[in-house]
């Protein structure tokens, strides 16, 4: 797999969240509509066939059972924190749930030290530290207003949603070295399934025909998110791509605004552009040269 220039890497991996952001605040509309678990359900379906489909026409092999394990640890911390997430997120503005998952990539960077032993500098600790900092601004502005106790139940599981989404990031750094990106999202879709699935007798609710058409769309937003982040992931350290991670509140105060309706205030601003800061100067550090294939194993 050949490097890319860590730029390249970073900029790829902020058009991944970009249209991650994007398919967030369709499926906010969805579970709001038919619950988010419903709304995860038929998005992973929707994946498995557009991506079965493909994997069928391309006449790909299976992965051997090394390269399987990390596409099930994934396809399981991935799955369930995007389930509690997006739950979280129907109780809440987009931009409040999004600020709140911004502990993941945090727990993430040191996650990377220890388990992927990866050289966490000191640029990368101020870069994220600066990033986290404008979190806490919004977090002191969004205080300010009265949730309610739906909004606080939803933040709780947005919270437990960052902390295994933290433990996805590190799984994704070692799965993109041994798995090229379309073979990423076809797996997290289908461990997801199984995962969601088993409940589907008692939670599922059956789409209606205004709503397949946004399922579709989410699912390949998905899809082409999760490559792009895949193909980021392969060619540049995890702890210097996590900063790029808080872009996703730039996005989210846009389209919570534009969709919703849902207000920025100046606070939210203010802390917008020490997220971009941060990101700017995570994205100046010269990133580490990816290990080899066989250590991520």
Not at 10 to 15: E, S, Y
Not at 29 to 34: D, F, K
Not at 116 to 132: G, N, P, Q
Not at 137 to 144: C, K, S, T, W
Request: with cysteine; aromatic share 12%; glycine share 8%.
């Amino acid at each position: 797999m050949k490097p890319a220039g860590g730029a390249a890497a970073f900029a790829v991996a902020a058009l991944g969240i970009a249209v991650f952001s994007a398919m967030d605040a369709l499926m906010k509309g969805l579970s709001i509509e038919m619950g988010a678990y419903s709304a995860m359900l038929w998005r992973s379906i929707f994946g498995l066939i557009i991506g079965g489909v493909l994997f069928v026409a391309g006449r790909r092999r299976w992965p051997g059972r090394p390269v399987l394990v990390l596409h099930f640890w994934r396809g399981l911390t991935a799955g369930l924190s995007v389930l509690l997430f997006f739950w979280g997120l129907a109780r809440m503005p987009i931009a409040q749930g999004v600020a709140l998952s911004f502990i993941a990539p945090l727990i993430a960077l040191y996650l990377a030290a220890v388990m992927l032993k990866e050289r966490v500098d000191r640029t990368a600790i101020a870069a994220s530290a600066l990033a986290f900092l404008g979190v806490l601004v919004i977090l002191i502005g969004q205080a300010r207003a009265d949730m309610g106790p739906e909004a606080f139940r939803g933040a709780i599981a947005v919270l437990i949603g960052a902390v295994l989404y933290a433990f996805s990031l590190i799984v994704a750094r070692r799965q993109s070295q041994v798995a090229d990106p379309f073979e990423v999202a076809l797996f997290f879709n289908i461990v997801a399934l199984g995962i969601y699935m088993p409940a589907a007798p008692w939670w599922a609710v059956a789409p209606d025909a205004t709503q397949v058409p946004r399922l579709m769309v989410c699912a390949i937003f998905a899809f082409v998110s999760i490559m792009l982040l895949s193909w980021a992931y392969a060619r540049a350290e995890a702890s210097y791509l996590l900063p790029v991670e808080y872009t996703a509140f730039i996005w989210a105060s846009l389209l919570g605004w534009w969709v919703f309706g849902e207000s920025v205030s100046m606070m939210t601003i203010a802390g917008a552009l020490l997220i971009v800061a941060g990101c700017l100067w995570a994205a100046r550090r010269k990133p580490g040269v990816p290990p080899a294939t066989e250590a991520a194993l």
